[in-house]
C-alpha cells in the first residue's frame, strides 16, 4: 500500500519536473539556482549510504550463504546473466540504428576534435579487484573493492564460527540502521526527483533536442524493447513473475535513476526496491545488485550499438557484419569498464568508435544530447540489475513474497 502511494509521489515529482522544465525552458537560470540545489541535496543523501550499507549487507550476505560453494555458484550466474544480457542488448540497438538510421542526412561541424578513451589494460584491471588497503577502498568509494573485501570478511567469519558471531552482528544492526537511513530519504525522493529533473529539461529543451530527435528515438526505443522483451520474458521465466509487478516494483530505483543518471548513485534506492517490492533475499540482492551497478550496464551497450551506427551514417560509411560483430564485444566490454556515474558511457563511446576505425569527431553531435540519452540507459542498466537480483533469486528459491512490515517502512 504504502509503497505504492511512494512510487505515485515519485512519478507525479517526474512529470511535475519535465512540466516545469518546459515552462522554464527560456529562463534555465531559475531551475539552474533555486531548483537544483534541492536535487543536489536528494543525491547526496543516497551516496551518504552506499559505501556502508553496500559494506555491511554483504558481509552479512555472503556469512549468511554458508558456504564458499554456493558464493562462486551465485557469483558464476551473475556474471553470466549480465554478459548475455550485455551482448542482446547492442544487437538491439545495432538493430535499431540499421533500421532508424538517425545519421543520414546530417554534418558534424566543422573543426570538433574529441580525443580517444584508452582501452584499459585487462590483468591489471583484474588485479586491482582486490584492495591492497581496504580502508582506501572504502574512502575512495572503490565499488569493486568494497565488493571483494566485504565478500573476504563475509567467507572469514563462516569460517571463525562462533567466535566471529558479535562481529556479524555489529554488521548486521548496521546494515539495518543504514536500509532504515534509505527508508527515511526515500520519502523525500519525489521533491529530489522532481528538483534533478526540472534543471536538465529547461537546458535540453526541444531546440537541442528536434536536429538529433532519431538518435534519441532509436536509444529509448530500444531501452524500451529490451525491457519489454528480454527482461519480461527472463522474469516470467525463471522467477513465474508477472513483469507488469516486477516494472512496478523496480519503478522507484528506475525514476531515481532517470532523474541522477547514475546506477552507483541510485544503489541504495535499487537494493530497497528489488527487497521489500520484489521480496528478493538479503544475500543475493546485496551481491547481485552493487556487482551489477559497477559492472553491467545493458542500457550504456545498447546506447553505444546505436552511436556507432550514427556515426557511420555520418560519414556515409557502411559497417561490415565483421565490424558490427567486433562492436557487439568491445560495446559489451567497454560497458563493464563504464563507471556508473553520468556521462561515463560517452568517454566509453570513443573506445568503441576507435575499435572499428570510425571518426571520434562524430560523436561530438552526441555530446550535445547526451544527458537526455543517458536517463533512458541508465533507467535500463538499474533494472537489468534487479532483473538479475530477481532471475538468480528464484533459481536459488530466494524469492518471498514481499513482507507487509517491510512494505511499510518504504513510506
Ligand atoms: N550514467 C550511466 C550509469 O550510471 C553510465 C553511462 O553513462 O552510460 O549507469
Redesign the pocket.
Known amino acids: 500500500m504504502q509503497s505504492t502511494k511512494l512510487t505515485t509521489r515519485i512519478l507525479i515529482g517526474l512529470i511535475a519536473g519535465i512540466v516545469v522544465g518546459l515552462l522554464l525552458g527560456s529562463n534555465p537560470g531559475i531551475a539552474n539556482n533555486y531548483i537544483k540545489p534541492f536535487g543536489t541535496l536528494f543525491l547526496r543523501m543516497i551516496r551518504m549510504i552506499i559505501v556502508p550499507l553496500v559494506l555491511a549487507s554483504l558481509v552479512v550476505g555472503a556469512a549468511s550463504m554458508g558456504d564458499v560453494k554456493k558464493l562462486g555458484r551465485i557469483g558464476g550466474k551473475t556474471i553470466a546473466y549480465y554478459l548475455i544480457t550485455t551482448a542482446i542488448a547492442v544487437i538491439i540497438g545495432l538493430i535499431l540504428g540499421n533500421l532508424i538510421d538517425p545519421g543520414v542526412g546530417l554534418s558534424i561541424p566543422p573543426g570538433t576534435t574529441v580525443e580517444a578513451a584508452k582501452a584499459p589494460n585487462v590483468v591489471d584491471t583484474l588485479l586491482n579487484i582486490i584492495p591492497d588497503n581496504p580502508l582506501n577502498a572504502l574512502v575512495a568509494g572503490n565499488m569493486l573493492q568494497i565488493i571483494a573485501f566485504a565478500l573476504f570478511l563475509g567467507v572469514g567469519v563462516t569460517l571463525v564460527g562462533d567466535k566471529g558471531k558479535p562481529f556479524l552482528s555489529f554488521f548486521d544492526s548496521m546494515a539495518e540502521v543504514m536500509y532504515k537511513i534509505t527508508a527515511v530519504v526515500m520519502s523525500y525522493a519525489p521533491i529530489g526527483v522532481f528538483a534533478l529533473i526540472t534543471p536538465v529539461v529547461a537546458v535540453n529543451g526541444p531546440s537541442v533536442l528536434l536536429p538529433l530527435a532519431k538518435v534519441i528515438i532509436a536509444v529509448y526505443l530500444g531501452c524500451f524493447l529490451h525491457a519489454a522483451l528480454v527482461y519480461s520474458s527472463l522474469v516470467k521465466a525463471f522467477a513465474k513473475m508477472n513483469p507488469l509487478t516486477f516494472f512496478k516494483g523496480a519503478l522507484p530505483a528506475t525514476t531515481v535513476?532517470f532523474s541522477t543518471?547514475?546506477?552507483?548513485g541510485t544503489l541504495p534506492v535499487t537494493i530497497k526496491s528489488t527487497r521489500d517490492n520484489l521480496g528478493v533475499s538479503e544475500s543475493i540482492s546485496s551481491f547481485v545488485l552493487p556487482l551489477g551497478a559497477t559492472v553491467n550496464?545493458d542500457?550504456?551497450a545498447l546506447?553505444q550499438g546505436v552511436c556507432a551506427l550514427f556515426v557511420a551514417q555520418l560519414y556515409g560509411l557502411e559497417l561490415t557484419l565483421a565490424q558490427q560483430l567486433t562492436i557487439v564485444l568491445t560495446a559489451t566490454l567497454a560497458s563493464i569498464g563504464?563507471?556508473?556515474?553520468?556521462?561515463?558511457?560517452?568517454i566509453m563511446l570513443t573506445m568503441v568508435l576507435t575499435s572499428v576505425g570510425l571518426p571520434l569527431e562524430g560523436s561530438a553531435l552526441i555530446a550535445g544530447i547526451d544527458r537526455v540519452l543517458?536517463m533512458a540507459?541508465?533507467s535500463i542498466?538499474?533494472t537489468g540489475d534487479i532483473s538479475a537480483a530477481v532471475v538468480i533469486a528464484a533459481t536459488e528459491k530466494e524469492l518471498n513474497v514481499p513482507r507487509e512490515t517491510d512494505r511499510a517502512v518504504t513510506a
Open positions: 535513476a543518471c547514475s546506477s552507483a550496464m542500457g550504456t546506447y563504464t563507471a556508473g556515474v553520468p556521462g561515463a558511457g560517452f543517458d540507459r541508465t542498466n538499474v
